[in-house]
């Protein structure tokens, strides 16, 4: 069954610190993959998209992922974080009939 | 331009009363989305419409759950019988339809659905 988990259910990064998130998914095909935010309040946004191509993908705000096939992993990092960045982070691989499975989220906070 | 909308934002019902959750779309939005979030969740896909028909609904979890899209746009969301169980934050999506954009969806804010 397909699956994705997000090992990390909260991170702390200090203001002006790089940034990794881990994802790892389970899907028998190659996976199209996302990276979603959501601030307090606010809907899910989409950060950004791996369908094929390129396995280093580039999304808004300064963030970057990179798709790994043999660790199953599409880790989203950021060089530098800012206080804006605090939020809840959400893998998700695409389905059938375009549905997305989601991981549990990680919560980044940060410290100033 | 406008993006995808719920109302209400909140709900706060009672065991066993009937709730209706709606969602307006991106215009021109061809496909639309359902999905579920428990505290501490991910969301959880409930449903899925291409048009007025539902081309997907295998994530509804008990014959208490309908959804309807009756002119390709608007879509509602209906909890009947509702348990202390379904509280939750419904969130609403819609993305425009072809192959690939379809995965890219944008999300409405959700209604936070509470059942005392």
């Known amino acids: 069954a397909q699956s994705v988990t997000q090992p990390d259910i909260h991170i702390t990064v200090s203001e002006g610190a790089s940034l990794e998130l881990r994802c790892n998914y389970s899907?028998?095909?190659?996976?199209?993959l996302f990276w979603y935010v959501q601030s307090p309040g606010q809907g899910l946004q989409l950060l950004l998209k791996y369908f094929s191509g390129d396995t280093l993908v580039q999304g808004i705000k300064g963030f970057e992922a990179e798709f790994k096939r043999s660790q199953s992993s599409f880790n989203l990092r950021k060089p530098s974080v800012h206080w804006s960045d605090a939020a809840e982070y959400f893998c998700a691989v695409g389905a059938s009939n375009y549905q997305l499975i989601w991981g549990a989220g990680t919560k980044l906070i940060i410290k100033p | 331009g406008a993006g995808v909308s719920q109302t209400p934002s909140n709900k706060v019902t009672e065991k066993g009363k009937y709730v209706e959750l709606r969602c307006d779309p991106i215009?021109?939005?061809?496909?639309l989305y359902w999905y579920r979030q428990s505290l501490g969740q991910g969301p959880e896909f409930l449903i899925y419409?291409?048009?007025?028909?539902?081309?997907?609904d295998s994530g509804l979890p008990n014959d208490r759950f309908f959804a309807v899209r009756p002119e390709g746009s608007v879509s509602t969301l209906k909890i009947q019988r509702t348990e202390r169980g379904d509280s939750a934050v419904y969130l609403c999506a819609s993305s425009p339809g072809d192959r690939f954009s379809s995965y890219e969806q944008y999300f409405g804010p959700g209604t936070r659905l509470t059942v005392t």
């Open positions: 899907y028998g095909a190659t996976p199209y």
């Open positions: 215009s021109g939005h061809t496909a």
């Open positions: 419409f291409q048009g007025t028909g539902a081309a997907d």
